[in-house]
């Protein structure tokens, strides 16, 4: 079982033993500070990027990770929001590839759809 959700959500678990013990791993937002940190959100991004349909990116390069990671805060949920917009976006436009451009109109809209 998995369960998502906010640091709010954490005070089910504390008040709820049996919750508590099927709940044991957290993940943590990836930290740009940390090498390590830095170093797997790029490889999630190359593997994002190699699994689209579209021709390679480069969304795991410096530049453009550290936007991804800006625009996203290194929370997996939105990384993922924001590259699946991107990829329906370049997609859409018959793009071969995803652009720094792209990737700004999808985090526009991923912000329009969150008000």
């Given at each position: ?7 709010e ?16 791993v ?16 790029r ?27 800006q625009?996203?805060?290194?929370l997996?949920?939105?990384?993922m929001?924001l ?21 700004s109109?999808?985090?526009a ?7």
């Amino acid at each position: 079982m998995v369960l998502f959700g906010t640091d709010e959500c954490l005070g089910i678990l504390k008040v709820n033993e049996q919750l508590r013990r099927r709940f044991r791993v957290r993940l943590e937002p990836y930290d740009w500070r940390i090498k390590e940190s830095r170093q797997a959100f790029r490889r999630l991004l190359k593997e994002l990027d190699l699994a689209s349909k579209l021709k390679y990116s480069g969304l795991s390069a410096a530049d453009t990770a550290l936007l991804i990671y800006q625009a996203a805060s290194g929370l997996i949920g939105y990384i993922m929001d924001l590259v699946r917009e991107a990829i329906y976006i370049a997609q859409r436009d018959n793009a071969p590839h995803i652009t720094h451009d792209v990737l700004s109109v999808a985090f526009a809209r991923g912000r329009r759809l969150d008000s």
